[in-house]
């Protein structure tokens, strides 16, 4: 967490260290790889290390967007142009570990910035139209936040199993 989120307390501090937790074990389930290890799928999916790494990081950026300015701000284009679904899943060519870790901290650092700064966590936004959200619903911030915990969590558990596979390291245990 940030120096300004460090000072925090009650449920804005509970949240963000539920998510700085989870991001630690996804940050730390790829300690000690080279590139080459985080670009390899070990199972039939997309997967792998460094993918999950830019997948999770991406995940956070948008829907901190959809916190701060709705489905419109969600969907606005990223930086680099619109990517194929699979392709955020995988590491590009002339991607590296370290340069999608540093950007994982740059949207960490954002998140949690936002979250000191927002006035209220109860400001919710109409979610984008797709099949698995029901028509019409909204979301707060807060229950954004818990999505992001939720992604965050399950794909560490992910990445856990791509690494036993991979070398046969584990995040705990």
């Not at 590009?92 to 998140?111: N, P």
């Not at 954004?144 to 965050?152: F, G, R």
Request: some cysteine; glycine content about 8%; proline content about 3%.
């Amino acid at each position: 967490m940030t120096s300004d989120s460090a000072a925090l307390s009650g449920e804005r501090a509970d949240l963000l260290q539920t998510l700085d937790k989870h991001r630690g074990f996804l940050r730390y389930t790829v300690r000690d790889l080279t590139d080459e290890q985080a670009a390899r799928r070990t199972t039939v999916s997309e997967l792998c290390l460094g993918g999950l790494i830019k997948h999770v990081s991406g995940v956070e950026a948008r829907w901190m967007r959809f916190a701060v300015g709705g489905a419109p701000a969600m969907e606005a284009a990223e930086p680099g142009g619109s990517v194929a679904w699979e392709a955020r899943f995988r590491m590009a060519e002339g991607e590296t570990l370290a340069g999608l870790l540093a950007a994982y901290e740059r949207v960490a650092a954002e998140t949690d910035a936002l979250v000191v700064s927002l006035p209220d966590l109860d400001r919710a936004h109409a979610l984008p139209a797709a099949p698995w959200f029901q028509p019409g619903a909204a979301w707060s911030v807060r229950r954004v936040l818990l999505h992001v915990i939720a992604e965050t969590a399950q794909h560490a558990g992910h990445a856990d199993i791509i690494r036993e596979s991979l070398d046969g390291a584990k995040t705990m245990g």
